[in-house]
């Protein structure tokens, strides 16, 4: 939109590899900070190019540890890797203790990592609200492959599907039965399931029984998905777990799914945001307005419904424009 | 109109720089400060200062926190304030916890480190000084 005159120096820093600029704009745009809009839409064009690669699943079954040994993996490779680590607030205090950061190992001068741990600040379903912003940022600061680690799941928490390119689901042995993994939510958004911890016994049979589910069906995008066993203790199984990664992304690239997986995101993301602002606009306005007051009266009071409220809203408000 | 600006949350760095591996004081103040709504990045065991550094770079911190048990404070403390200077990260506030003699916590508080917390320290002034030196780095 804006031509080159108009380009923020933040986005040109971050662009040419400054990683304060970088790590600087991220804290704004968490705190939703309007100095970072500029940033954030001048880098947009820059985007939508690298794997973006969701690592979800339980608390506790060694998302870390495996963000750690893909990370050295890649290093070893040459590629460079930008990684997000969302941890939850606390719905108490607002606070948080973010502490993925220490199964992170890697020397204090490789400026081919940046790792970034982020609080859920209130969102549900594994990421916060700016998590994708954040993980565009440091695909326009150059990285070759963004990882986002979600909080620990629950069997919904699903939203790291508007984020990633390929949803990696890590599990362990024995987190149920055959059942389990027929449920919806979780399970269905797995483009690679990982069976982490493969060292303990159960892992075999956790594996037959995704490997069975993985063969019943396949994603919404026609991938078969694949089952890998990992264990970051042997270590064992990580060079695999990159290839069905990479495997799925060469499969997004030949049948067309990345376009048709984007377009799904980004017109969730475009009704997002207007249903966000449209939404904090009308709570706004029912509490200042002074007509507005009254129709709300009037429905507390039952004489008008809810449905003719906003009905009336939408008219009068955002149809008109 | 605008959305009503919720305070933003201020981002410490909780470190152990150094090759003790006594890190439950270290947990304490990072619950802590997490209940006095923080974000606490929790970086953990044996840190160089390189670490550190680069830790609290990459997260953008408002705050340093170190503790340190070993008896290594003389050598690694300075170590990081002058990395902090080198990357003109200074402003950042550096705090400290652990068995520091007097005499090393004067010179320490000389070098710049802006506080040190002694056993027996209350949670309650962790908390407090922690809040007005993340403010006032603003």
């Not at chain 1, 100095?35 to 506790?60: F, H």
Request: charged share 30%.
């Amino acid at each position: 939109m804006s031509g080159p005159a108009g380009f923020p120096p933040a986005a040109r820093a971050i662009q040419k590899g400054d990683r304060r600029a970088l790590a600087r704009t991220i804290t704004a745009v968490e705190n939703g900070d309007p100095a970072a809009v500029p940033v954030v839409r001048a880098l947009y064009p820059a985007t939508g190019r690298i794997p973006m690669v969701g690592l979800t699943g339980p608390l506790g079954v060694g998302k870390s540890s495996l963000l750690n040994a893909l990370v050295g993996l890649l290093r070893g490779q040459g590629k460079t890797v930008g990684a997000i680590a969302v941890d939850p607030s606390s719905p108490f205090s607002g606070g948080s203790v973010l502490g993925d950061r220490i199964r992170l190992e890697r020397r204090a001068d490789d400026d081919g990592v940046f790792f970034r741990s982020m609080a859920s600040r209130g969102e549900a379903g594994g990421v916060a609200a700016s998590t994708r912003e954040v993980a565009r940022l440091l695909e326009a600061a150059g990285f070759d492959v963004v990882f986002v680690e979600t909080v620990g799941s629950g069997q919904a928490d699903v939203a790291i599907r508007e984020i990633a390119t390929t949803s990696v689901v890590v599990l362990v042995p024995h987190l149920g039965d055959e059942v389990q993994t027929l449920k919806a939510g979780l399970f269905e958004i797995a483009d690679v399931f990982d069976v982490n911890k493969s060292d303990l016994p159960g892992a075999e049979l956790a594996a037959r029984d995704l490997t069975e589910l993985a063969n019943m069906g396949t994603t919404r995008d026609n991938w078969n998905s694949r089952v890998v066993r990992t264990s970051t203790t042997t270590p064992s199984g990580i060079p695999e777990l990159w290839e069905a990664i990479t495997a799925h992304e060469r499969f997004l690239d030949e049948t067309g799914a990345r376009v048709a997986g984007e377009r799904r995101r980004l017109a969730a993301e475009i009704a997002g945001r207007l249903r966000d602002r449209v939404g904090r606009d009308v709570t706004d306005r029912l509490e200042r307005d002074t007509e507005l007051r009254r129709l709300l009266d009037q429905v507390v009071g039952r004489k008008v419904d809810p449905w003719s409220a906003a009905d009336r809203l939408y008219r009068d408000w955002y149809r008109a424009r | 109109m605008a959305r009503r600006p919720k305070p933003t949350p201020i981002r410490v760095l909780i470190a152990k720089p150094g090759l003790d591996g006594h890190d439950r004081g270290a947990k304490v103040v990072a619950r802590a400060l997490r209940d006095a709504g923080m974000e606490v990045i929790y970086a953990g065991l044996r840190q160089t200062p390189e670490d550190v550094v680069r830790a609290a770079l990459e997260e953008d911190v408002d705050l340093i926190g170190l503790s340190i048990l070993s008896g290594a404070h003389m050598a690694l403390f300075p170590r990081i304030l002058a990395l902090l200077k080198e990357q003109k990260a200074d402003k950042i506030p550096v705090f400290a916890g652990g068995i520091i003699p007097d005499e090393d916590a004067r010179r320490l508080k000389k070098a710049g480190v802006r506080a040190i917390f002694g056993p027996g320290t209350s949670l309650e002034e962790i908390v407090s000084t922690a809040r007005r030196l993340a403010r006032g780095a603003a």
